[in-house]
């Protein structure tokens, strides 16, 4: 007994100021910046306040409260249960785990996980219709319809779903989600450019030619990109 209690000793004492001080930085960077390590560097976290001036974390932001909103105190986890028999047979009753849920929420066009795949990886939103919900709306453990997931929009996820989806295949629910973000980026894009021109122009101060070319500029960004028609350059 006493050799247990000197090993534990020893080990505590080589140990325990590592094991405190990865508590600290993991409390740190979750609590007081908001995210992991890779959520900072990728520029999600609250201490970049300059970057919600762009509509995707804004929508990636309230998306992420909404979602905050429904966690409570007992663990949640995302699975995914195919509709295919031949697939995820040697997984406990047909389901794959995808991650631990931080939050969810429901609106009128999707709903939203949002999920962490690993302890120490950046997290993600999963979007999905609605109908590949397979589990309760109430139910702690989230189940979606599908065999994987696929990057979209980098802080985005949608389900694959499986080939005797009767509903969904992995181009329409593509199709769907596309327009589901374009409408939210564009309702969120008015008012950020709105503010971003405001901004640039009290930057620009008493210089009438400077803010000449702010405002031509922002002409620019409005009405058109790189890929649109912008008219015959010879003329």
């Known amino acids: ?12 004492d080589k140990w325990g100021p590592y094991i ?8 740190f ?14 520029g999600r976290v609250k201490k970049f306040k300059d ?7 804004i929508v990636y932001r309230e998306i992420q409260h909404s979602c905050k909103l429904s966690k409570g105190i007992w663990g949640q986890t995302l699975w995914q249960k195919s509709l295919d028999p031949m697939i995820m047979t040697n997984s406990p009753f047909g389901m794959t785990r995808r991650g631990r849920v931080k939050g969810r929420t429901i609106w009128t066009s999707a709903l939203y996980v949002w999920y962490r795949p690993r302890t120490f990886s950046r997290s993600y939103i999963l979007e999905c219709p609605i109908e590949m919900l397979v589990s309760s709306i109430d139910d702690i453990q989230i189940i979606v319809e599908g065999t994987g997931l696929k990057n979209f929009n980098m802080d985005y996820v949608l389900p694959i ?3 005797n989806n009767v509903h969904w295949t992995e181009e329409t ?8 973000y374009k409408y939210l980026m564009t309702e969120k894009s008015d008012f950020t450019l709105r503010d971003f021109e405001e901004h640039l122009k009290l930057k620009a101060g008493s210089d009438p030619a400077t803010l000449r070319m702010i405002q031509q500029g922002i002409g620019d960004l409005a009405v058109g990109g790189t890929n649109e028609y912008q008219g015959d ?3």
């Open 20 to 27: 405190i001080l990865f508590f600290v930085i993991f409390f």
């Open 161 to 163: 779903p499986s080939k």
């Open 29 to 42: 960077f979750s609590v007081v910046f908001g995210g992991t390590i890779m959520d900072l560097l990728a």
């Open 173 to 180: 629910i593509r199709v769907w989600a596309r327009i589901n």
């Open 51 to 57: 970057l919600e001036n762009q509509a995707h974390l």
């Open 233 to 235: 350059p010879l003329e």
């Open 1 to 12: 007994m006493f050799e247990v209690g000197e090993g534990a000793s020893s080990f505590l």
